[in-house]
């Protein structure tokens, strides 16, 4: 196994508080420039502050560094595995910097986000040019960042949620919930405005709205795994949770507390489950879309209903995600020393997994793809950037 020509990998993520007074700031972190209402802010801080005012994101970004640095070391590769946020402590910024001390050269960068959008590539891609901006301006020169391709329909992040909708299964029938009749898997993930769907994936060689084909692809995936496990085929639907922003914009539907209502007939009338497996396919760790918006009010919704429900876990700490990372890590590398031309080695194509019809993503972002819906700004890790040579204007990696 050979990691060259990295020698450090970096875990991207959201970032989250850690206690009731980082709140507001961390709520106005996300949504600077957006004219978000302060009442509204405080509407949303009220689900933090519903458990403890602490989200559980960081520890879980904690626990999944801590094991993909123990992966890698049972695996005898000796790199670093560095962890920065897009809006709370630690920030990329503070982590780029880090490594740059740390005499770091090459990075690969695992970011806690397995689809195409803006808010979940692009918009991290600017927070990486912005980070090595900064250490650039403080003192050049500065770590080489790679991002790592997404993720969506590799083994290791599938297979968890299949095993975890085959377990939500068994326990619906222990409380007497048989059968394909009975049963919807009902897939979740974060809504996004529907032109930022439309701009996923879109490039000139590149088609659009691959925010929801890739998810569709995912809900499929699973799906035939859990038939092939269980020996049935239970009817799916893919929906959405965590809608924010003015009414007046569409975003993707239906929400998932609504699609749950018309499972029971409402209003139609026509009863079509008695139970649901709900599996968020959207997220990778338990965090506050997932303990708030489905733990929390799905929950509610399906009680009130009359509804049987049972929540699948994200892939979190799973031996097979973690073993994601390495896999990744290693794919990459492998082609990164083959496009080295000046190594004078013939390096054949690494193997890439990925189950399905849409086979795997690419390693560097097409010109244009998943454009910034409010202005657009320079980002790493795509075919039209290049490593920044001075700070941009406006940061949005400080409170």
Same mark, same amino acid.
């Given at each position: ?43 949303? =801080? !009220?689900?933090?502050? =519903? +458990? ?50 740390? =005499? ?5 960068? +695992? ?19 912005? &980070? ?9 020169? #500065? ?18 949620? #299949? ?39 879109? !490039? &000139? ?20 795994? #859990? ?14 949770? !965590? ?62 209903? =009359? ?35 000046? !190594? ?19 390693? #560097? ?5 998943? &454009? ?28």
């Amino acid at each position: 196994m050979n990691p060259d020509p990295y020698d450090a990998v970096l875990l991207v993520s959201f970032g989250g508080p850690e206690g009731p007074a980082d709140v507001l700031p961390f709520l106005e972190n996300v949504t600077r420039g957006r004219g978000i209402p302060r009442e509204r802010l405080v509407e949303v =801080g !009220s689900h933090y502050h =519903g +458990f403890g005012g602490r989200s559980p994101i960081n520890d879980q970004c904690r626990a999944f560094r801590s094991a993909v640095e123990a992966d890698l070391k049972a695996h005898d590769l000796d790199v670093p595995v560095y962890w920065g946020n897009r809006n709370w402590d630690p920030y990329l910024s503070d982590t780029v910097g880090e490594m740059q001390r740390a =005499g770091v050269r090459r990075v690969a960068c +695992f970011v806690t986000s397995a689809y195409s959008s803006y808010s979940g590539c692009r918009q991290y891609r600017e927070n990486l040019f912005d &980070a090595v901006a900064e250490a650039q301006a403080a003192q050049p020169p #500065v770590p080489h960042l790679d991002k790592l391709r997404h993720y969506y329909n590799h083994p290791g992040f599938v297979e968890p949620f #299949v095993a975890g909708a085959v377990d939500a299964l068994q326990r619906l029938a222990a409380a007497g919930h048989h059968g394909v009749d009975e049963v919807r898997l009902v897939f979740v993930t974060h809504s996004i405005p529907v032109t930022m769907n439309e701009a996923s994936g879109r !490039s &000139a060689d590149t088609e659009a709205g691959a925010y929801v084909r890739q998810h569709q692809e995912v809900a499929r995936l699973v799906s035939d795994g #859990v038939e092939a496990e269980a020996g049935q085929r239970y009817a799916h639907e893919l929906v959405y949770c !965590s809608r924010s922003g003015p009414p007046h914009v569409p975003w993707l539907e239906p929400d998932i507390s609504d699609h749950l209502a018309t499972l029971v007939g409402e209003p139609t009338g026509q009863v079509r489950a008695s139970a649901v497996v709900v599996v968020p396919i959207g997220f990778v760790s338990d965090h506050m879309e997932v303990v708030y918006d489905l733990d929390t009010e799905a929950a509610a919704s399906a009680a009130e209903l =009359g509804l049987g429900f049972a929540r699948v876990p994200t892939p979190g700490t799973d031996p097979r995600f973690v073993r994601l990372v390495r896999d990744l890590l290693l794919e990459r590398a492998a082609v990164e020393r083959a496009n080295d031309e000046t !190594s004078g080695q013939q390096v054949p194509p690494p193997p890439r997994a990925a189950l399905g019809r849409l086979g795997p993503s690419w390693d #560097v972002c097409p010109a244009g793809c998943c &454009a910034n819906p409010r202005a657009e700004r320079p980002a790493l890790c795509g075919t039209e950037t290049e490593v920044p040579t001075h700070p941009p204007a406006t940061s949005t990696l400080t409170p």
